[in-house]
């Protein structure tokens, strides 16, 4: 028997869509632009012959034929998830792919790597730019700034804390980031677009910046950042992060145990 012709990066994006009910939030997680999102999911309904999506006061709502076919779906990914999973055992056990933003790469992640290589010395590694898609990018795991692991199986890596911090002379004003906006009443002089340009914003003396502790804790240290007040706890913290089939891997639960219990 023919097989129906299956439009899976579509259903990957309704997937997406319908978890979050939001066509931004989805296309964030997929590294796409909302506008790819509509319309990848206008293209599916057309395809399916069936609404999925309404919008409503409130936002948007799935269609009870959404509802109806999600469960179905996402067994259906996992299935697809573990069977490449399995295909690619013999040849790639002691290989990761890792996504992770690069200065906690640089200042955390990458010295409790070489600690787990000594214990594993087949271990092999591949660093993926931090907002690759597991999909796309084929991920093991990625280590995201986030509140928590959402729909992924996830572990919470460093305490949640951040740090308002400044260069010994630095410039008045504060620098924004999508992380961090400046006290109420105070504009930025500076906004950047993640962690990372902060921090060199902040190395840089070009003003003040609340930053995760962990990206800060080596400047601090070494006296190129002077903190402003004491750290304290914050919603966002990195947390290391892979859909459940990557988590179920023994070599993926392997590197989990190792990181997990890294000081």
Known sequence: MKRTHLPLNAMRVFDAAARHLSF???????AVTPAAVGQQIRALEDALGVVLFRRTSRGLELTDEA??????????????????????????????????PREFYAQWLAPRLASFRAAYPEARFLLADEHADFTEANLDVAVRLAE????????QLVAGNRVVVAAPE?????????????????GASLVVGNAGQALASALAGLGRVALPLPLAAEA?????LVALAEPEPSRHAFWLLAPRPQWRQKKVRALVAHLAGAD
């Open 67 to 100: 509802v109806a076919g999600l469960e179905p779906l996402r067994e259906g990914f996992l299935r697809f998830e573990e069977s490449v999973q399995a295909m690619q055992a013999g040849q790639a056990s002691s290989h990761y792919a890792i996504a992770a």
């Open 220 to 224: 601090l240290a070494d006296g190129r």
């Open 148 to 155: 928590g692991p959402g729909e992924l199986e996830g572990v």
């Open 24 to 30: 931004t939030r989805a296309a964030d997680e997929l």
């Open 170 to 186: 630095a410039q008045p004003g504060w620098i924004g980031w999508p992380g961090f906006d400046p006290p109420e009443g105070e």
